[in-house]
């Protein structure tokens, strides 16, 4: 049962490319969730996707776009990269919305450089 | 701005010590809180969740909630150097909510 995944798991651009992080869960979810996560700022919320067919902004959606393909999937854009969305990305799953009976799932994240 | 505030460490305490973490909001209305413990270089992972004022018991870990003090805490009984890792403090601000407000966490090392 592989849970969540996320490809690829490292990945160095040059200002101005772009790039598409994939997420896929086998889980039966239906949320799903893209987080980056910077040095001495927690993780930090940038798009959800509440259900297939939705997607929403959460805290820092500049500079992203999402994807939600189908229940399984949903990938994250970098249309210009920039050397601020240098970060690691984490994807995550969920049934229902995070609360005491129901918690995030993580893939093993993404280690982005932007040179 | 709803925010979470944790100190960020190192909290470092020996080996079957008790460590003791803290976490705070700035919401009074916040509906669910979590803990989630990361290994360096790994994914975190969920130890503790809790709604309800008081203690909740699993293990060697409690958390405890003071909503009144907005005010959340996680308490690491026989505290082992596998539990050296960094602890995230996580507040669902409103009921139904999708979006998880982390803390920027604190490192604790377990000292042999």
């Known amino acids: 049962n592989a849970g969540v995944t996320q490809t690829p798991k490292f990945q160095v651009l040059k200002t101005g490319q772009s790039m598409t992080l994939q997420c896929a869960q086998d889980?039966?979810?239906?949320?799903m969730y893209w987080y980056r996560q910077d040095p001495g700022m927690g993780l930090r919320l940038i798009y959800y996707s509440a259900s297939e067919g939705t997607t929403d902004k959460g805290e820092v959606p500049n500079g992203y776009n999402v994807s939600r393909l189908n229940k399984r999937e949903f990938s994250l854009r970098l249309e210009s990269a920039a050397p601020s969305q240098t970060s690691v990305y984490f994807c995550a799953s969920s049934l229902t919305p995070p609360s005491t009976n129901e918690k995030l799932f993580f893939g093993s994240g993404t280690q982005l450089s932007v040179l | 701005q709803k925010e979470v505030e944790q100190n960020s460490g190192p909290l470092s305490v020996p080996e079957g010590a008790i460590a003791s973490l803290n976490c705070t909001y700035s919401?009074?209305?916040?509906?669910?809180f979590f803990w989630y413990r990361q290994y360096s270089g790994k994914s975190p992972e969920l130890i503790m969740s809790?709604?309800?004022?008081g203690d909740k018991e699993d293990g060697r870990f409690t958390a405890q909630l003071n909503k009144a003090s907005q005010y959340v805490s996680l308490l690491i009984r026989d505290s082992q150097p596998s539990d050296s890792a960094t602890y995230l403090c996580?507040?669902?601000f409103g009921a139904g909510s999708y979006q998880l407000t982390f803390g920027k966490g604190t490192k604790l090392s377990v000292i042999p």
């Open positions: 919401d009074r209305g916040s509906q669910s």
């Open positions: 809790i709604y309800s004022n």
């Open positions: 889980m039966n979810h239906n949320s």
């Open positions: 996580a507040v669902n």
